[in-house]
């Protein structure tokens, strides 16, 4: 007999303060999981080949090489379990629940042995302060699984929208995705030009990284689930190099403000999940903050814009 599917709002309530200790702790899950692709992974431009994708039932690596086999490790934030399958059929199933850092990193380690993959990795985390090594990390350990059911379907809304802001570009653009290094998925715009040398300075993350993931011009948005400077779930919208009138250009919907500190527009989850069209709330700040970012930046909008995509219904040309 199927099992009862369980009830979620569309856009659940995801207060950072109670789950923080969750999010912390699966946040250098992430980070682990997102280590063996890098290891395994040849390189691709702007660091697109580490990330992670959203799935029907929460996060996978996709496909990862190892020798003429592939591997690809999920979280199942419905069943709660981390997946590690082999391309030649082989199976390895670990249960997500409370356990300090240390202890999921051991099982990962001992479930890739068992499949016969050979994966070393850096230990420590990357984009955070006075971080631990995993295999020694003994004070995160919260795992609450309404909360990370509540976070995952906050994520099947977000990238949702998000692609569907992302059918309305021409231009050079990235997928979808989730970058474990700063725990927020992610979609980013480029005008086509390349940018001045970024200078580097994230915490844990070699300079030679930040600057080729910064190469070239970028409108980029994003979700964070709460941390990295701001104590309560929000959207993010910022351009690199950030043009001369950019954070002074009005942008939609009202709740949304550019952040000093942060050199971000910020708008806050609570004000797209409460808002009476969510969608388009979140299209609005897409919109406008990319809007902000072309023209203040010059981008050659005529040839980088398009409306966006419907399904079924091929792009038309004019």
């Known amino acids: 007999m199927a099992e009862t599917p369980i009830k979620v709002d569309a856009w659940p309530a995801l207060p950072y303060p109670d789950w923080r200790a969750t999010s912390e702790t699966l946040h250098l899950w992430t980070q682990i999981v997102g280590k063996i692709r890098l290891a395994n992974t040849p390189w691709q431009n702007h660091s ?16 990862i090489p190892d020798g003429a086999r592939t591997f690809q490790i999920d979280f199942d934030f419905i069943d709660h379990a981390l997946i590690i399958s082999t391309s030649d ?19 990962v380690t001992a479930a890739l042995a068992e499949l016969g993959i050979e ?26 699984r309404d909360a990370v059911r509540r976070f995952f379907q906050a994520l099947v809304q977000i990238d ?14 990235s997928p979808v995705h989730f970058f474990w290094g700063s725990f927020d998925l992610a979609v ?14 994230v915490p844990y993350l070699a300079d030679e990284i930040a600057q080729e993931a910064y190469s070239h011009e970028v409108s980029s948005a994003g979700f964070w689930p709460g941390g990295g400077g701001i104590d309560y779930p929000a959207f993010y919208s910022y351009a690199y190099p950030a043009p001369e009138g950019f ?26 999940r ?16 990319y809007d902000a970012a072309a023209d203040s930046g010059n981008w050659d909008r005529a ?3 398009d409306s966006l995509g419907r399904a079924g219904i091929p792009r038309r040309l004019t």
Request: with cysteine; proline share 8%.
């Open 247 to 272: 954070r002074a250009a009005k942008v939609r919907p009202a709740e949304a403000f550019y952040d000093e500190k942060l050199g971000e527009f910020i708008l806050p989850y609570d004000a797209v």
């Open 119 to 144: 994966v070393s990795i850096d230990e420590w985390p990357c984009e955070l302060p006075s971080p631990l090594r995993f295999s020694e990390d003994r004070v995160h350990a919260g795992y609450d």
């Open 303 to 305: 040839m980088l814009d």
């Open 160 to 173: 949702r929208v998000f692609k569907q802001f992302r059918t309305g570009f021409l231009g050079k653009a």
């Open 48 to 63: 697109w080949h580490i990330g992670l994708y959203l799935t029907t039932r929460g996060l996978t690596t996709s496909p």
């Open 89 to 107: 059929g082989d199976t390895r199933r670990l249960d997500l629940a409370p356990q300090p850092v240390a202890e999921f990193y051991a099982a």
């Open 274 to 289: 409460t808002a009476q069209d969510p969608d388009q709330a979140l299209l609005d700040f897409l919109q406008s903050t």
């Open 188 to 201: 980013t715009r480029f005008s086509g030009r390349t940018a001045p040398l970024h200078p580097g300075g």
